[in-house]
């Protein structure tokens, strides 16, 4: 198994996680936690593989993936509401930091490896990064975390796929350079989130 | 023509009329409740399309079906006027399950006949049923219904899609299971609303 | 270059520019702001090419189209800053208003030559012509300025396409149809909203 596949699997628990988390709090029944966990966890990869053009989607040739959520779903709910009264909102921040971080370099090294030019695969990597938490947080009747507190999003998200690009074309063996600018984005969305920075 | 040609006919109009109710409401033009009920009629279906990279899409070979919503919004607009003096919330509320069913069934077995696995044809089913109400709701800036009322919705919409799941399996005729489980849906999503049921 | 290219450049600046103001107005940093400025450029013409299967997309193949809209959003969000001041909302909806006879042209014509037939091809029209300013509004959180005003808008859309396939159907020269009816479209939507014309 290949360090992006695992990074993906990661990705979409992360984000299935942050699913639950936000529709728990909207006191959906469990066959709609599991819809907004799906929807934010394959959201972005199905849009980037549609936009690519590749068939089948990925989560209809691993279904795998799709029933694991669903058995999640009965197991985080109880979960998630135990944990919330101890951390609250930084716990979903933390779970969407994580999953801007993962999707994103996901999303750009699928890009590039299905021959992208340099600008749209970065490009391709944030939408893949942001896009499963903007549906989630449509479909919960949120405004989207990309503008709701006015803090770096976005900008985290770009900054680590150039730092992905640049580290291709420099050499840098692949796995490090994923590992390393997943990481990146994730601290910085972070950092910024906790010192109040803000890009004006 | 077959039963499943049948019953998307009848989704479509269903999903059309309730996007005529909930366009009107919102004071827009012709054009415009046109718009969110071609989309309320052709979303799941366009989504479910695309998710199995059918084409042409189904409403571009059949121009008839959007031309018929075309002159149904010149008729609609105002009878619903008339309509929803006497019914309020009740009317959409029992179109919008009408949809539900329907379109869930058409797509799950639209999904199971393009040779998806079980879990990942029982999610389109849930996804094409829910989508199209979804985006008329996003369009129209309401809650989703599905997360509206906090009264069951995707469950409903997932165990009958089990059902048919597994009545085909059984062995049971094609046409029966796929009235039956529409039906379920509808009723089941009819009641629980009715008799104010919630999962929690 | 044929007309079309050219008006579809045209269109693409135009809805950047829309979602330069939206995005600006919301306090996003500079790369949410030319995020919301990519989706609304190329938001509709996305959705047309997917639903007509046409691939790769044409920013895909154009990558100069996104770094383009890139470096004017370094450019443009300062002066919109200034502009604002001077001509408040009536600068969103110029750009708004040219930016659905564009599209909406750009995109009748495109699905005319992909062989759709013509009421496919008007609905097309309309979908290209309202989708990116409506993704614009929805990432936005705003209502979209389809239904936001209660004035004439997909309508404006509709005629105009109409009024292009007519001419086409005529045998009108097309590269006068094309301009001819983009204009009367942008003119038609200014004129309903500036004189406060409704439609009920």
Aim: aromatic content about 10%.
């Amino acid at each position: 198994m290949t360090l992006v596949k695992i990074l993906e699997i990661l990705a979409i628990l992360v984000g299935a996680f942050s699913g639950f988390i936000e529709a728990r709090s909207k006191k959906m029944d469990v066959v709609g936690i599991f819809t907004v966990a799906f929807i934010t966890a394959f959201g972005g990869g199905t849009l980037r593989d549609i936009l690519l053009d590749k068939r089948p989607l990925f989560w209809v040739t691993h279904q795998e993936y799709a029933i694991l959520i669903f058995l999640l779903a009965l197991v985080a709910v109880p979960a998630i509401r135990t944990l919330r009264r101890i951390v609250s909102a930084k716990l979903l921040v933390t779970a969407d930091a994580l999953g801007l971080g993962l999707f994103s370099i996901v999303g750009v090294s699928e890009a590039l490896s299905a021959g992208m030019p340099l600008f749209i695969a970065s490009m391709m990597g944030v939408i893949t990064g942001i896009f499963g938490g903007v549906l989630r947080d449509i479909v919960c009747n949120e405004i989207p975390m990309v503008l709701r507190d006015g803090k770096p999003y976005a900008i985290c998200s770009f900054a680590g796929c150039w730092m992905y690009l640049l580290m291709q074309q420099a050499g840098v063996p692949a796995d490090f350079s994923l590992w390393s600018s997943a990481l990146a984005i994730t601290v910085f969305r972070l950092l910024t989130w906790a010192k109040d920075i803000r890009l004006e």
